[in-house]
């Protein structure tokens, strides 16, 4: 089976990897763009995620039997579409299903259609009206905390909490008028309350009628130990069964999940592929942030490593919609992804020092997220976030002693990585 996978980064590596140790069938894998890691399970393409006629070319030229889409963009953009209306098979959201994580006001809009419990919130088409709502007192007095986001794509940096009316104003300036996330993924934000509790994700493939769900992961998206300094894509997560109990579970399936699916259906977009829900368990319940229409990243690593079910066996189950007659297992236990970047991320970084010591990493699997090879030969680090160093155990304890361990032996010139990753979900 010839398969294609689109994307770059350390979740498309996990994707890869997943279908390598999981399928029996022998597989013939190709990687768009791909990296360096990638291109040990797969054969890279140099072909953009954006140049989507280059892919369709390819997919026919090459007869790809499937193609799955892992970032984001590509979705929104109607990849899925493009393939379809050509004949090729692939496993992903539409255009119209995509606009559930495209558009953070469309999002919102259809939460509050289909009684999904969220956050409240307000929609700003202008600064000037986005100031307003946050001098309102709506969202309380001028030193409580307040949630701004960019209405479109914004790679993980279009969310910002603010934990004062200046802050929120201050972040208004730079996403409206100076477009520190570009020029259109803030013509509008969002104005929410900032909802306090434990932050948790659910992930589930779809086939647009049945749905299976991964193992509950928790992602650790600021870049300082102890929760400080500013979001980034993910500096690490972990699988481990206190993430989620299984009441909350039950209420987020009875009040978050089956109503977004259905919902999806009624309004003539059945959901197909990999949803997200990012939640906030409150003390009134679980309530849900954000969706996403695709794996996340650095969750696919931790949830992943954890899959015993052929991937292949899935995908091809969502495209037929045959979910309900797939058994799809997970290892016991829990898992853990730390991730390693380059100094000043998620700002402006360093790139290209040599990376060392991946041989004596041991008893886990480095996902590779920005990394390509040198002219020399030398694997070095050109993205923001390098490596996931991911692991699976009896406990999270465990597991995150393995990735510690391997992080000591590896290095590269501005390598930094959290110390704290999953350590009071650990400690419990």
């Keep these: 089976m010839r398969i294609l996978i689109v994307g770059s980064g350390g979740r498309e590596h996990a994707i890869t990897w997943a279908l390598r140790h999981t399928s029996p ?3 013939d894998i190709f990687c768009a763009p791909g990296n360096a890691g990638i291109a ?8 953009s995620v954006d140049d989507h006629a280059a892919l369709i070319d390819f997919a026919r030229a090459e007869s790809i039997d499937l193609t799955f889409v892992g970032p984001e963009a590509p979705l929104a953009d109607g990849l899925v579409d493009k393939f379809e209306a050509t004949g090729l098979q692939i ?3 539409t255009q119209s299903a ?10 919102k809009k259809f939460m509050s259609r289909h009684g999904v419990p969220t956050a409240t919130f307000r929609i700003a088409d202008s600064p000037a009206e986005a100031i ?14 307040v949630v701004i986001k960019a209405d479109g794509l914004a790679a993980g940096k279009g969310v910002i909490v603010a934990s004062s009316g200046t802050e929120a104003e201050a972040a208004i300036d730079n996403l409206m008028i100076k477009k520190s ?19 948790a994700s659910v992930l589930l493939f779809s086939d647009g009628r049945d749905y299976v769900l991964m193992p509950p992961a928790r992602d650790h998206k600021r870049i300082g130990e102890g929760d400080t300094g500013p979001n980034t894509g993910g500096m690490g997560s972990v699988t481990d069964p206190s993430v989620i109990d299984d009441a909350t579970l039950e209420q987020v399936i009875h009040q978050i999940i089956e109503p977004s699916l259905d919902g999806a259906d009624r309004e003539g977009f059945k959901f197909r592929g990999v949803l997200f829900l990012g939640l906030m368990l409150t003390k009134d319940g679980p309530k849900l942030l954000e969706y996403n229409v695709r794996f996340g990243d650095p969750e696919t690593q931790a949830i992943l490593i954890r899959l015993r079910t052929d991937l292949v066996a899935i995908f091809r189950a969502i495209r037929e919609g045959s979910l309900a007659r797939l058994k799809v297992e997970w290892s016991a236990g829990s898992s853990a992804c730390v991730v390693a970047a380059n100094r000043g991320y998620p700002g402006t970084y360093e790139k290209g020092g040599v990376i060392q010591g991946l041989e004596d990493a041991g008893d886990v699997q480095v996902f ?9 030969g030398r694997l070095i680090a050109t993205g923001g976030r390098v490596l996931g160093v991911t692991a699976a155990a009896a406990n999270l304890s465990s597991a995150l002693n ?3 361990r391997a992080l000591q032996k590896i290095h590269w010139e501005g390598m930094q990585y959290r110390r704290d990753i999953g350590r009071r979900a650990a400690a419990v």
Excluded: M, N
């Excluded at 040990?40 to 072909?47: K, N």
């Excluded at 995509?98 to 999002?107: G, M, P, Q, T, Y």
């Design 368 to 376: 590779h997220a920005g990394t390509s090879v040198s002219a020399e």
């Design 25 to 27: 069938e022998e597989l």
């Design 40 to 47: 040990r399970d797969a054969l890279q393409v140099p072909c």
């Design 132 to 145: 307003r709502f946050i001098r309102s007192g709506e969202f309380g007095s001028s030193d409580h905390p």
């Design 181 to 199: 996330v570009g020029p259109q993924a803030a013509e509008r934000v969002l104005i929410e309350e900032a909802l306090s509790g434990e932050e």
């Design 98 to 107: 995509a606009r559930l994580e495209a558009s953070k006001v469309f999002a």
């Design 91 to 93: 496993v992903g959201p």
């Design 402 to 404: 393995h990735c510690y």
